[in-house]
Every structure is written in C-alpha cells, then in structure tokens.
C-alpha cells in the first residue's frame, strides 16, 4: 500500500502546495508512482499540474459520494476546485465525517507507492480527514517569527486526529520554506524552530525566489524551470525517502542529485 502523507500548515503562504507539487515530481523521478489529491478548494495544486479548470470529478465529487476516487484521477492528480467547499459544508452533517477521505482513497492507494495529500490552509474538517486518511503528517512553516506558533497549532490537530481516529499517524518533520538565510530574521526563525522540535525539522530548507511564481504560471516544475533552485526540492525529497525507509527509490534520486548539486554550484560560482 502507498505511504500516504498529508501536507500541511496553519495558515496560506507559507510554501505548501508548491512543496506537494515538487516532492511528486522529485518521486516520481525517483522511480515511484505518486498520486497528488488537491484537497484545497482554492485548487492551486490543480492548476501547478496544469489540469484543465472543468476536469471532472473532482476530490469534492468523491467525497460527496458522486464519484469513486479511480474515476476522478487524471494523470496522477486527484483535482479540486471551489465546489470542494461546498462538499465540506455537506460532509459536516454526516456521520463519520472524519473517515470519508480515508475511505474513499483505499480504491486508489494499491496503484501507487506515495500519496500526497495538499491541505487546505487552516486546521478544519478537510485537514483532519486528511491526517486520519494518512500515515504521515509533513508541515509546512514560512521562514518568519510566527512559524513557531503555527506549527504548534497543527501539532495540536495532528493530536487530535491521533487520539482515537488514527492512532498510527506520524509526524514526518517540518519544511522550512520561503526561506532567504542571508537574512537574520530567517535564521532566527529557524534556529527558533529548531530549539522546539528538533530532528523533526528537516536541514533542508527551500529558497525564496520569484521562479516559484514564474514556474506556476507556467504549470512547469522547478526542477525543470530553474534546476539550480530546483535542488532544493531533490534534497528534501533525499531526506523524506530516508524517513521513510524508501530506499530503492534514494539510490534512483542519488545520481540526480548529484547532477542537480553540480548545476547549482555552477550557477552559484562568481562570473569570470
């Protein structure tokens, strides 16, 4: 069965749909088969992998119940748009509300070797259905003061789906993103983080840059667009498939990395 991993954060900006849409691309060049689900109604994840706005079904159509999640896969991405807030209004009333996603990606998840789950940015019905369904909890922090207390609210939701509804759920660690170290505010957000939650955050962290716009206006990956930034993303992918004990999958990447680094050292070397 896939490891399942919803992504994370307590509130929007801080880098997390463009942290699902290149951790899939960094996997699936390690060999895996990756199955994105945009479960934010905003449906940035879906317009990143370029699926068309009308696509249907759609995530909201599945939780609903008017679809099943084979039917609503296109091209390895399980789509949303506006129609999912309305889809979260309706799943409030039902019982067993929390279980929905859960439920519903079992049709799916024997086809691929990774699910990623991109949450909407807040810490309501969507967010919890998506911890219970998954076996790992990855969040997302923007490299500012405040990252310290929005990590400790999605702990706290990360508990609440622990106590009773998934037990097994795992917290995978913290990506720092958005991050320009040269900066003293970055790196005392970081060092902050740090001190809280030790090994939990991961060391690498991801670079602010304005490519992260060019590129999803685009719908092109980074590691296409600019492969110098796009390192970044391989390395954190590196990390995570250690955490994960997917091996294999790391000695695929190691040679893409490798190439990867190469570039950017190039790219970083003064003119001349």
Known sequence: MAEKIAVLSQKGGTGKTTTVRHLADAFRRAGLRVLAVD?????????????PPDAEPTIGDVLTGRAKAPAAVHDDIIPANLGLAEAELTLAGKMGRELTLRKALKAVEGDFDVVLVDCPPNLGLLTVNALVAADH????AEAQYFALQGV???LEVIELARDGLNPDLEWLGVVFNIADMRTKHSREAFDSLKEHVGEKLLPTYVRQSIAYAESAERAVSILDHRPDLGVDYLRLADELLRRLGLDAARRKLK???????ERAAKAAAPAG
Do not use: I, M, R
């Open 152 to 154: 400790e609210q999605a």
């Open 39 to 51: 479960l934010d109604p905003q449906g940035n994840l879906s317009d990143y992998f370029d699926v």
């Open 255 to 261: 040679p893409l990395l490798a190439e990867a680094e």
């Open 137 to 140: 909890a990855l969040l997302s």
